[in-house]
């Protein structure tokens, strides 16, 4: 069975500072993985997706994410953040293409001004 | 071309009435799948269709939940004499397969249920 964890469950950071939100899966076969942003009364919006090839994943709004294999892990990074990016993160896994999507807990990112 | 809607957009409803929840997929897509979130459990995985077929039905909570695909396109979720600790935001996804096989999930905005 395959579970992820998001050990941070909110993040506060000042606008134009560095972030980095953690991810953390298990899983006995390879997997795909998924980071989707929900920003505050909208739907889920894919942010970036690691499938197979390079490990360095950048995805739209400036944000990126390294899958590691060793370590379980696919962290999402952002140099500078803006205020705009105040929302709900979701790391993500999926055994194949077709399958369904398990969720981590999400992490609460909130830019202060 | 237009993105998955999902209606209605709001429900509240009484406990113990039944209700149906609409998911129409971007056209063309043959997987479609329904997601529940919620406070306490986050963001959990229902049933997924691969064209009018529900391969995976894992994670329907009782058999109070139903869901139909007809045409490969438009999907119902049911859910009977609705409980309280069914109100939640139910998600509905659709993807399809690309040239290299590989395919991203687009979230619908969600029907808010609430049960009272």
């Known amino acids: 069975a395959q579970s992820v964890t998001q050990l941070d469950s909110q993040v506060p950071v000042f606008e134009e500072a560095p972030v980095e939100l953690r991810c953390n899966y298990s899983?006995?076969?390879?997997?795909?993985l998924f980071w989707y942003v929900q920003y505050p009364n909208q739907g889920l919006q894919l942010l970036l997706k690691?499938?197979?090839?390079?490990?360095l994943v950048k995805g739209i709004n400036g944000f990126e994410a390294e899958f590691n294999k060793s370590q379980t892990s696919f962290h999402l990074r952002k140099p500078s953040v803006h205020i705009s990016d105040t929302a709900e993160y979701f790391c993500a896994v999926s055994q194949t293409s077709y399958d369904k999507v398990i969720f981590g807990p999400g992490t609460s990112l909130s830019v202060i001004p | 071309g237009a993105g998955v809607s999902q209606s209605p957009s709001n429900k509240v409803t009484e406990k113990g009435k039944d209700v149906e929840l609409r998911c129409d997929p971007i056209?063309?897509?043959?997987?479609l799948y329904w997601y529940r979130q919620s406070l306490g459990q986050g963001l959990e995985f229902l049933i997924y269709f691969q064209g009018n077929s529900a391969p995976d039905k894992s994670g329907l909570p009782s058999d109070r939940f139903s869901a139909e695909r007809t045409g490969g396109s438009v999907s119902t979720l049911t859910i009977q004499r609705t409980q309280q600790e069914d109100s939640a935001v139910y998600l509905c996804a659709s993807s399809s397969p690309r040239g290299g096989g590989q395919e991203t999930q687009y979230f619908g905005p969600g029907t808010r249920l609430l049960v009272l």
């Open positions: 899983s006995s076969v390879s997997v795909y």
């Open positions: 056209s063309g897509h043959t997987a």
């Open positions: 690691y499938l197979s090839g390079s490990t």
